[in-house]
């Protein structure tokens, strides 16, 4: 069992910047994909960011391309989402996740593990 926790969350001005962390319990960590997700109330989970073992491969929608980067230290079971230039849009509960077969990607179902979320405020 993985066990993921968030955490660098909170409210920020538009044009600000915020690093979200999430460390995940369990000795494979360095062989899972990992992923941001967000969900803004009444709208659906959406991708953010999401990186390979490797950490030379990540991915990102257009949304958030160019604005934010994601990285990971297998040393210290943890992922990293950097936040930069944020818009209003981008206020949402962000959410990691764990993907044990590497594949990784924006598909929801392939991740197992979900870590509780941590909330990102971005004020006008």
């Known amino acids: 069992q993985v066990q993921l926790v968030e955490s660098g969350g909170g409210l920020v001005q538009a044009g600000g910047s915020l690093r979200l962390s999430c460390t995940a319990s369990?000795?494979?960590?360095?062989?899972?994909?990992m992923a941001w997700f967000r969900q803004a109330p009444g709208k659906e989970r959406e991708f953010v960011a999401s990186?390979?073992?490797?950490?030379?491969?990540?991915y990102f929608p257009d949304s958030v391309k160019g604005r934010f980067t994601i990285s990971r230290d297998n040393a210290k079971n943890t992922v990293y989402l950097q936040l930069n230039s944020l818009k209003p849009e981008d206020t949402a509960v962000y959410y990691c996740a764990a993907d044990p077969r590497g594949w990784g990607l924006a598909m929801i179902s392939n991740y197992d593990y979900w870590g509780q979320g941590t909330q990102v405020t971005v004020s006008s």
């Open positions: 990186i390979r073992w490797s950490a030379s491969m990540t």
């Open positions: 369990g000795r494979t960590f360095s062989s899972y994909a």
